[in-house]
C-alpha cells in the first residue's frame, strides 16, 4: 500500500470549515483514498473515501487532485466534537492477503472554542 | 444504525494468564479483523478472517494469539499467556461482502500486570 504523509497536528475554529491535508505521492492506480478519525482512544471511526472523483457525504467532503498524489478531507463546519486525530490511508481492493488498514499517526487536530 | 460492540471494554490480567476477547461484528458481514494499539502508538494490523479461516496476519499475531468464530455473531481473539508488552487497546473490524469500508468497534483495553 502507498505511504501517506499528514502534518502531526492542526487547528481550526470552531464553526470554520478544516481543511486536513495529505499527501500520497506513491499511489497506484487502483488504490484508494479513506480517513478515518480517532477520537481520544476510541475506535477509528469511518469517515469517507474516494478513488479519483471527488465526495461527500454527511460528514466530509474529499478532494482528490487529478494527479490522485494528494487529498484534502474537508470538514465544512467544524465543531469541538471534531477534535480527533485524522488519520489519511490507502488501500487497493480486498482480496485474499490485502485485507489490512495501515495507520500512521495521523494529524492531531484540535477545533478552538 | 448497526455498530460492532466488544466485551469487555476493559480487562485487567496477570502475565501468563489466557484472555477471550469478544466482538459482534455488523450483522450480515463477513470479514472479521483485530487491531491493537499500544498507548501512545499508530494502530497496528493483527489479523483478518474470512469464511472460518484466517487470511491475513500480522508478524505480531504469532503462536500466542489466536482467532475464532464460535458461532454465528461472535468473533473473539484469544492470547494464551499474556506478556506485558500485550497491554494495549484491542479493536474489531468487520465489512460486509462486496464493500470494501471496514467498521470498527469500541475497543476493550487490556491491562497486563
Known amino acids: 500500500d502507498a505511504k501517506t504523509t499528514q502534518p502531526p497536528s492542526m487547528d481550526c475554529a470552531e464553526g470554520r470549515a478544516a481543511n486536513l491535508p495529505c499527501n500520497h505521492s506513491?499511489?497506484?492506480?487502483?488504490?484508494?483514498v479513506y480517513w478515518y478519525r480517532q477520537i481520544h482512544s476510541q475506535g477509528p471511526q469511518y469517515i469517507i473515501h474516494?478513488?479519483?472523483n471527488n465526495e461527500t457525504n454527511e460528514m466530509a467532503s474529499l478532494i482528490i487532485t487529478e494527479d490522485r498524489k494528494s487529498s484534502t478531507l474537508i470538514l465544512p463546519h467544524a465543531t469541538l466534537r471534531d477534535t480527533a486525530v485524522y488519520y489519511c490511508?490507502?488501500?487497493?481492493?480486498?482480496?485474499?492477503?490485502?485485507?489490512?488498514?495501515?495507520f500512521g499517526t495521523g494529524t492531531r487536530l484540535t477545533i478552538i472554542p | 444504525e448497526p455498530e460492532v460492540t466488544q466485551t469487555p471494554s476493559h480487562q485487567v490480567t496477570q502475565m501468563g494468564q489466557e484472555v477471550i476477547l469478544r466482538c459482534v461484528p455488523i450483522?450480515?458481514?463477513?470479514?472479521f479483523y483485530w487491531y491493537r494499539q499500544i498507548l501512545g502508538q499508530k494502530v497496528e494490523f493483527l489479523v483478518s478472517?474470512?469464511?472460518?479461516?484466517?487470511?491475513?496476519k500480522s508478524e505480531i499475531f504469532d503462536d500466542q494469539f489466536s482467532v475464532e468464530r464460535p458461532d454465528g455473531s461472535n468473533f473473539t481473539l484469544k492470547i494464551r499467556s499474556t506478556k506485558l508488552e500485550d497491554s494495549a487497546m484491542y479493536f474489531c473490524?468487520?465489512?460486509?461482502?462486496?464493500?470494501?469500508?471496514?467498521?470498527f468497534g469500541p475497543g476493550t483495553r487490556l491491562l497486563v500486570l
Open positions: 473490524a468487520s465489512r460486509g461482502l462486496h464493500q470494501e469500508t471496514q467498521y
Open positions: 506513491t499511489i497506484s492506480g487502483n488504490e484508494y
Open positions: 474516494g478513488l479519483k
Open positions: 490511508i490507502v488501500r487497493g481492493l480486498s482480496n485474499f492477503g490485502n485485507e489490512k488498514l495501515t
Open positions: 450483522s450480515n458481514h463477513l470479514y
Open positions: 478472517f474470512y469464511n472460518n479461516e484466517i487470511s491475513e
